[in-house]
């Protein structure tokens, strides 16, 4: 299994929608979270952390659920510059990887006008 | 401040040949980290650097590759015997610690003829 899974998509939606992502990972002792988003042929870019209480910043919510192993990403009011791939990153906490970043496939968002 | 740097940015190179990519972390980063991205693919983890710790090296391909990383700071992953396989995007990324997402650096598109 694999460490982070994400629905690749494509995710295509129109200007102004709400739109919500959604991962899993596999190893309970992961400690951190981030969503990160690519541009096409461009490096990632950090997006934002995920903390236990879930956090906004501007039109983006994550949510995180331990319990569950799950991390989502809501982006409402979705604009034309949104389109690109987001992808679900998860830090190992412990054991010999302590500290790895471990990536999703990501999942790919394509706003339409 | 200064970001992840890497060099080159491009590189052609023939079947057979070695090549040497470099990573400058952002000064301060305690943890480096190499990945690949083939066109449309996911990210690939190859190694990584935390700290005096032994290195993850458990993405490495093949033993054509490797890596070291000197001082603590700049590293240089290695290609011997190139393949065509081996064409993708190389990725560095470094992060202070435990703490806190991975700065990439934009990349060395290999191309192996």
């Known amino acids: 299994r694999k460490e982070v899974e994400q629905d690749p998509g494509p995710f295509n939606v129109p200007e102004g929608a709400t739109v919500a992502f959604n991962c899993t990972y596999s190893n309970s002792a992961s400690q951190s979270f981030f969503w990160y988003r690519q541009d096409c042929r461009k490096e990632p870019k950090l997006l934002m952390s995920v903390y236990s209480s879930g956090n906004e910043d501007g039109r983006f919510t994550a949510q995180l659920n331990r319990a569950s192993q799950y991390i989502s990403l809501l982006i409402r009011d979705s604009k034309l510059s949104d389109s690109a791939t987001y992808l679900c990153?998860?830090?190992?906490?412990?054991?010999?990887?302590?500290?790895?970043?471990?990536f999703g496939r990501g999942t790919q968002l394509t706003v339409w006008p | 401040g200064a970001g992840v740097s890497q060099s080159p940015s491009n590189k052609v190179t023939e079947k057979g040949k070695d090549v040497e990519l470099r990573c400058d972390p952002i000064s301060g980063h305690t943890a480096l980290y190499w990945y690949r991205q083939s066109l449309g693919q996911g990210l690939e983890f190859l190694i990584y650097?935390?700290?005096?710790?032994?290195?993850?090296k458990s993405g490495l391909p093949s033993d054509r590759f490797s890596a070291e990383r000197t001082g603590g700071s700049v590293s240089t992953l290695t290609i011997q015997r190139t393949q065509q396989e081996d064409s993708a995007v190389y990725l560095c990324a470094s992060s202070f610690g435990l703490a806190g997402g991975g700065g990439f650096g934009p990349g060395t598109r290999l191309l192996v003829l």
């Open positions: 650097f935390q700290g005096n710790s032994a290195p993850d």
């Open positions: 990153v998860v830090r190992r906490g412990g054991g010999s990887t302590l500290g790895r970043l471990y």
